[in-house]
């Protein structure tokens, strides 16, 4: 049976200000992921907090937010057979020195920070990270 998902994928100002964007969209779509919607933006930082609300009593909140907001960001809705899951395989490890060869944050990702792109971590997140940036 096939399970058709969204995923929320964001690629992180590190990646933008590099204008790395085409490059990792095309490691996508090589993946088999459809692009069904993209915007770029640049989010306040009280946006950041909301969209990492589930950090927020971490240690490293207020720095993520503030780098979140920082620049620009491209937020996409990802979708195929298993896309949560498939999108977490392909960006690699949180921190891209534990990321394996041919991931996302192996190839562009700088430091934890900086790792280059953001993937939903369960099909719920994925629907509420999808409307906090694509509900109207
Ligand atoms: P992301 O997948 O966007 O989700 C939360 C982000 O917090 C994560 O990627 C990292 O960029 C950032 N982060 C910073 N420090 C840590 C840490 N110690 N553990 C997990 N995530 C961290």
């Given amino acids: 049976m096939s399970n058709i998902?969204?995923?929320?994928?964001?690629?992180?100002?590190?990646?933008v200000e590099r204008n790395l964007d085409n490059?990792?969209?095309?490691?996508f779509l090589k993946n088999e992921f459809n692009i069904i919607k993209e915007k770029k933006i640049q989010i306040e930082k009280s946006e950041?907090?909301?969209?990492?609300?589930?950090?927020?009593?971490?240690?490293?909140?207020?720095?993520?937010?503030?780098?979140l907001s920082s620049g620009p960001i491209i937020a996409m809705i990802?979708?195929?057979?298993?896309?949560?899951?498939?999108?977490?395989?392909?960006?690699?490890a949180t921190n891209p020195n534990d990321a394996e060869e041919g991931t996302i944050r192996k190839k562009y990702g700088i430091s934890i920070d900086k790792n280059s792109v953001h993937g939903s971590d369960s099909v719920e997140?994925?629907?509420?990270?999808?409307?906090?940036?694509?509900?109207?």
């Avoid at 490059?23 to 490691?27: A, G, L, V």
């Avoid at 907090?49 to 937010?65: G, I």
Wanted: with cysteine; aromatic share 12%; charged share 35%.
């Fill in 5 to 15: 998902e969204q995923t929320l994928s964001i690629i992180k100002p590190d990646a």
């Fill in 23 to 27: 490059e990792i969209k095309q490691m």
């Fill in 48 to 67: 950041a907090e909301k969209f990492y609300k589930v950090h927020e009593t971490k240690p490293f909140y207020n720095d993520l937010c503030s780098y």
């Fill in 78 to 92: 990802l979708e195929k057979e298993n896309a949560v899951a498939d999108n977490r395989k392909l960006m690699g």
């Fill in 125 to 136: 997140n994925a629907k509420i990270e999808i409307d906090f940036f694509f509900k109207n």
